[in-house]
């Protein structure tokens, strides 16, 4: 194994079975007692190949796709999400040591100063709430410690790749600990932009925390984590994929160079302005309280996000659309909960509050230098074939009417509140089985004003080629859900388990920003029944593994895309996912192991009529009945090989590994058209790691995506006609870093 600070240790031909706890539970339940489908990535792993998000992390998980950009986020388990539309919750929560964060732009945040992540699969609802009805995402952050330790790390790497990190631990008092951790990166990017002559896509960002426990005596705990993260994104991160000999032609003129070759790293963007900025901040507090009647937890916390961006619709250098937001957001949450353990078993129950504000503003722009400065360079001929609706009604008008840029303006306030009871109970029915059953009850409203307006002198034709019409809307939510689950927990000894679940999970119903009109602003709940089996096995002779089966029904499935003319939220019905996750790690001795995942997924609409057409088709919609998921790769996986030694003549501790990562095909948008599909792509990344006898200091080297494959992160239609856009995950680098632990 790697040391914490990724220096290597010597190897050991004696395999320690080391017992894992999930975190997201909160109730101090072991890997072996959690009675769903779990990957616990912890931080060794983490740093070897320097993974530093969930994006990259999500690559080598079995039926996880998880894809951010600062206003576009995918988080896929099982094949089910939300993603595109930032006003839509996500079905798969996002947790910070155990808060759950109603923005999933924060994931984009580096992993900072992490003890493990954990990607917990299926309906989490009865355990953790909030829209889990496909499962959930827990960081947890490392501890403070009762001893003085730390570390620093500076990594240099390919495309101007710089970060520094570190933390530092250790006691204040008798009674009190304190962490440090600290981040900042930055990188120059890898695409291209030939319209603006910069590169484009880089993501510095900066992060730090600070933690305090505090024992004031043996019953009694308390602990504060304040943190703050900042994240920049510098350009778009689109590229056409596909575009027309007409919009080639049309782009052109103001870009010789745009091509549609997504192999070259080139983008050919003209919104000087585009990019994003995020800011975050957070406060967590936690009690613990131990009495004679059992013991009391306090979790609570208040955060706040602010997104401002703007990117270039029709990812080309015609001065024509842009995109650009502003989103503040603040939560605050409060659980209480209650444990007690007895002789046959133990008990749970609590309270949880949820309040948060979301004040989105979304602009579609049109000719922002203004319409006449454009069309001036065109021929009217050009512009109905490539423009589409837009282009007719500008062709048809006089030159001196085609003056002013035009806004299509979208907003959101909305306010929510939600409150729930929870409980759980086990059971201990004989030394080898064990009944648990947990539940809980949720009440949650939803206040939203809405509006759309129309703005300057193409304001209105911009509306109509979108579909669009102006309205007010303030309209109010209330949603009760009661989520169940039951679980069979079977202990054969101690390196032998299995489980049998049957749970229940919902995703509240909510508010579509960018709905074109008022009857498509309002998008209703979802519901999800899971079945799920499973096995565990850890042996003395250094091999562990995880099996899986699963099955879930949903009904309304909500699904949200782009689909070239409109931003919406639907629900679709009927569908059905199953599926096998199977996790394996042999530890073969002599310092090597070999460890992986794998997932197989059967993810179709069992009914889903009015879809959204594909762009070229010429319908206005489709019927997806019988048809896979977007984001459901049949296989999916990862295989890793790690090597761990002293070198014999100079004593000191070695280490090497190489991963391969990869999915079969997917679809990448809602309407399945397979121009915007990912085709099977296989990935490797690999390390090797030299430190001094003590483990003190260390230094790497690390390579990812080492045969640069080109892998898509999203893809869709552009409100251009006949063209379509991707964006895609970095092409190689390679990276050292140098240790030091203290």
């Known amino acids: 194994m790697l040391a914490a600070t990724g220096t290597a240790e010597p190897a050991s031909n004696e395999p320690k079975i080391e017992e894992v706890f999930v975190s997201a539970t909160r109730s101090g339940e072991t890997l072996a007692e959690t009675p769903i489908s779990v990957t616990i990535t912890a931080d060794l792993e983490l740093r070897n190949t320097n993974i530093t998000d969930l994006e990259t992390l999500s690559d080598r998980l079995p039926n996880a796709q998880l894809a951010y950009t600062p206003t576009n986020t995918f988080l896929f388990v099982r094949g089910l999400g939300t993603g595109a539309v930032r006003s839509a919750e996500q079905s798969v929560g996002f947790f910070i040591d155990g808060i759950f964060l109603g923005r999933p732009q924060v994931a984009l945040f580096d992993f900072l100063d992490v003890q493990q992540v954990e990607v917990l699969r299926g309906p989490q609802g009865a355990i953790l709430g909030k829209n889990t009805v496909a499962g959930a995402v827990n960081v947890a952050t490392a501890n403070t410690t009762a001893e003085l330790e730390g570390y620093l790390e500076v990594l240099r790497g390919s495309d101007g790749q710089q970060r520094v990190r570190g933390a530092l631990s250790g006691p204040l008092s008798d009674t009190v600990e304190a962490r440090v951790a600290w981040s900042r990166l930055d990188d120059d990017g890898y695409l291209e932009n030939t319209t603006q002559n910069r590169t484009d896509l880089s993501r510095p960002g900066e992060s730090a925390r600070i933690k305090l426990r505090f024992d004031p005596s043996d019953w009694q705990s308390y602990g504060i984590s304040i943190q703050a993260a900042d994240i920049e994104q510098r350009g778009d991160s689109f590229e056409l994929s596909s575009a027309s000999d007409e919009v080639l032609s049309l782009y052109r003129q103001f870009d010789p160079q745009t091509d549609d070759d997504i192999t070259d790293n080139r983008t050919h963007t003209d919104n000087a302005n585009s990019g994003a900025k995020i800011d975050g901040r957070d406060l967590i507090l936690t009690g613990e309280w131990q009495t004679d009647i059992g013991m009391f937890r306090f979790l609570g916390s208040s955060s706040r996000q602010d997104t401002i961006s703007d990117f270039d619709v029709d990812i080309g250098p015609v001065p024509f659309l842009t995109f650009p937001a502003v989103e503040n957001y603040k939560q605050r949450s409060a659980e209480l909960r209650f444990d007690r353990t007895f ?332 121009i915007d599909s990912q085709e099977n792509y296989i990935r490797y990344n690999a390390y090797l790691g030299l430190s001094d006898p003590d483990l003190r200091y260390s230094l790497k080297i690390i390579g990812r995506n080492l045969t640069d494959e080109i892998v898509r992160r999203e893809a869709g239609d552009i409100a251009i006609v006949g063209a379509h856009f991707v964006g895609v995950y970095p092409p190689r680098s390679i990276a050292a870093e140098l240790g030091v632990r203290f």
């Open 343 to 674: 002789s046959w078993g133990a008990i749970s129950s609590g309270l949880y509050y949820f309040k948060s504000n979301l004040d989105l503003n979304v602009d579609i722009n049109a000719f922002e230098a203004g319409a006449q400065s454009t069309l001036l360079a065109l021929d009217n001929q050009q512009l109905a074939p490539v423009l589409g609706t837009l282009g007719t009604a500008l062709a048809s008008l006089p030159a001196s009417v085609r003056l002013g840029q035009g806004t299509s303006r979208h907003n959101l306030d909305q306010q929510q509140d939600t409150r729930s009871v929870f409980g759980s109970a086990k059971w201990d029915i004989s030394q080898q089985f064990t009944l648990r059953g947990d539940l809980r009850f949720t009440r949650e409203v939803k206040e939203g004003d809405l509006f759309l307006q129309f703005m300057g002198t193409t304001g209105p034709l911009v509306g109509a080629a979108l579909g669009e019409e102006e309205y007010e809307l303030q309209t109010r939510r209330t949603e009760r859900d009661f989520s169940p689950r039951l679980s069979l927990l079977w202990n054969a000894d101690d390196l032998l388990s299995a489980y049998a679940t049957v749970a229940r999970g919902f995703k509240s119903g909510g508010f579509n920003n960018l709905a074109a009109v008022a009857e498509r602003a309002e998008f209703d709940e979802e519901k999800s029944q899971t079945y799920e089996a499973g096995l565990r096995l850890q042996t003395d002779a250094g091999l562990s593994g995880e099996l899986g089966l699963f099955y879930t029904e949903f009904d309304n499935l909500q699904v949200a895309a782009l689909d070239g003319t409109e931003f919406f939220v639907g629900n679709a019905a009927r569908a059905v996912t199953q599926g096998i996750e199977l996790s394996a790690r042999w530890e073969i001795g002599f310092g090597f192991s070999v460890s992986g995942a794998l997932g197989y997924l059967d993810a179709e609409y069992r009914e889903y009529v009015g879809a959204p057409a594909r762009a070229d088709s010429g319908e206005e919609s489709q019927d997806l009945s019988g048809e896979t998921l977007q984001r459901a790769p049949e296989y999916s996986g990862s295989v890793q090989i790690d090597f761990n030694t002293v070198l014999p003549w100079v004593a000191l501790p070695f280490a090497a590994g190489v991963v391969a990562e990869g999915a079969t095909e997917q679809f990448l948008n809602v309407d399945l058209d397979p």
